[in-house]
């Protein structure tokens, strides 16, 4: 049993999800005192944080277990990921889950600030004034977006704006220009394109390139009368700067949900009556806190097996120098491992990573993530990334990496793992910006996301297969989720069969009792 420890407030459904594993344990810590937390945490293997509690030196001392931490958010201010590091304890956030929810406050910023509507609702209903000639705005119609940062977010945010028939223009040296061109955007490296603009938008992290990266000198070569929005990062506008262009009318309205200091209660942006601001409200949706939570609990979850770390910010690479479509097949080769470790249990001798597309350039980073989550069935907390290719070398391990041959996807890794039963190949790719498939095994051609519970199932392709799995299943007492189904020219099939409850030995035994099985395994990722 794996101890996962949740420090502080979630979404009821993601305590929902923790108990319905297994081989969880839960301690639920949200209303313990934090000097009554660090008593306990000794017994936990994963803890999930919000920003109520800080992973400092006294958390990570009484931490003793802890092989992660998941800090369910995106701003990891409260986390000593040095500590961690230094400690051998992989620190996670959660970056996307409220990806809409910041999207959406974006767009009614941007609104806001095109119709004064904060003020105009203010002289209606707090002074009972109603002159409509005083609140005269502009329409987004035809104005220029210039959107800083083209991720996650300011992507969404071009596209919505798109549709308000806003003419983009996008800077993000990190991109792919057709991102931009596929949408119909402009996509630029001259940064004074971006101030040329009628609003600008601005979605990056806060780096010690990006402080501050609007300041004086920039918002002096904006256009008269530009508009201007952050809800993003506090310190990415130089707050001092933004206060004069505003107070001068060279900035004509500032959208702002963050701030350099929080909670700024006493910001002297509050004195002008051309900004409208919120208190860092960009995950305040409960859709958005909902998917906070599960993506905490799953990452948790994954964490406490050892099978993958999912937005790991202290990785033996550097995940923030790959670019942005590298990291998810990072995730999903461990996965991919860890899946064909189960396939076929037995001694390892060698792994192996086959790559198809540009993904290949990346593949000597992503080879140790496969190794973990090859041996992670063997070794559990014994195999670590430190550790990894020294464990290798010394079981004699063969591990490689190849360039693949053709394949109908742009890019797509294989993991193949060879044991003294045979070998087993797991082939994936990423399809959007995120979205992980498993899309062959053994040859077998399938697709379904690498998570959950599953039976695997070769067998001779004969009539009958399918009413048999299912009703030993359903005698079981066992849903099945999702039944995928693959076939060769050669009168097999393969079988991946997605399952809400844990599969016994006795019907494991059963399945492969039947005539036409050739094996059967559980796996679990």
Not at 91 to 120: C, D, G, K, Q, W
Not at 244 to 267: N, Q, R
Not at 310 to 317: K, M, R, S, V, W
Request: with cysteine; aromatic share 6%; proline share 3%.
């Amino acid at each position: 049993m794996k101890t996962i420890i949740v420090c502080d407030a979630i979404h009821p459904v993601g305590f929902e999800l923790l108990k319905k594993e297994q081989d969880i344990n839960v301690i639920d810590a949200v209303n313990t005192p934090k000097d009554e937390l660090l008593k306990i945490l000794g017994e936990a293997d994963v803890a999930i944080t919000r920003s109520s509690t800080e992973v400092n030196e006294a958390f990570l001392e009484a931490g003793k277990k802890l092989k992660a931490i998941v800090r369910a958010g995106v701003g990891v201010d409260n986390v000593d990921i040095d500590g961690c590091s230094r400690r051998g304890i992989i620190a996670m956030n959660v970056p996307t889950a409220n990806t809409i929810a910041a999207v959406e406050l974006t767009m009614a910023h941007m609104l806001a600030a095109a119709r004064s509507l904060e003020y105009a609702h203010n002289d209606l209903k707090l002074d009972r004034i109603w002159k409509r000639e005083k609140w005269y705005g502009v329409e987004l119609f035809k104005k220029k977006l210039g959107v800083i940062g083209f991720g996650n977010i300011g992507s969404r945010v071009a596209a919505r704006a798109k549709a308000f028939g806003m003419d983009i223009i996008a800077y993000d040296p990190y991109i792919d220009p057709s991102k931009v061109i596929d949408m119909g955007g402009t996509y630029t490296k001259n940064f004074d394109d971006i101030l040329a603009c009628d609003f600008i938008t601005i979605h990056t992290p806060k780096t010690k390139e990006t402080t501050d990266m609007i300041g004086a000198k920039e918002i002096a070569k904006m256009k008269d009368g530009v508009r201007l929005i952050n809800c993003a990062r506090g310190g990415l506008y130089n707050e001092e700067a933004l206060y004069e262009g505003l107070k001068s009318g060279k900035i004509a309205f500032a959208g702002i949900d963050v701030f350099t200091k929080e909670p700024a209660t006493s910001h002297p942006l509050l004195d002008l009556n051309n900004v409208s601001v919120t208190p860092h409200l960009g995950a305040n949706t409960l859709e958005s806190q909902r998917n906070i939570a599960v993506e905490a609990v799953e990452q948790a979850i994954l964490a406490a097996r050892g099978i993958s770390y999912p937005n790991a910010l202290n990785l033996p690479i550097k995940t923030e120098d790959l670019p942005p479509f590298v990291e998810p097949y990072i995730d999903l080769t461990s996965k991919m491992a860890f899946l064909a470790a189960q396939i076929n249990k037995s001694a390892i001798k060698a792994i192996r990573i086959e790559t198809h597309g540009q993904i290949g350039e990346y593949a000597n980073s992503m080879l140790t993530f496969a190794i973990v989550g090859a041996l992670k069935e063997s070794l559990g907390d014994a195999i670590n990334y430190v550790n990894a290719k020294f464990l290798c070398d010394e079981k004699g391990i063969v591990t490689e990496t190849i360039a693949g041959g053709d394949s109908i996807f742009k890019n797509k890794i294989t993991v193949r793992i060879t044991t003294e039963k045979g070998i087993a190949t797991v082939g994936g790719t990423v399809f959007g910006e995120n979205q992980q498939r498993i899309v062959t095994i053994n040859g077998f051609k399938t697709d379904f996301k690498p998570k959950g519970k599953m039976i695997i199932f070769k067998n001779h392709d004969v009539p009958g297969v399918i009413a048999q799995i299912s009703k030993i299943l359903a005698d079981e007492k066992i849903n099945i989720a999702d039944f995928r189904l693959g076939r060769d020219e050669h009168g097999m099939a393969l079988a991946v069969i997605l399952v809400d409850e844990h599969i016994k030995t006795e019907t494991l035994e059963r399945l492969n009792a039947l005539e036409a099985c050739v094996w059967a395994q559980y796996a679990v990722i």
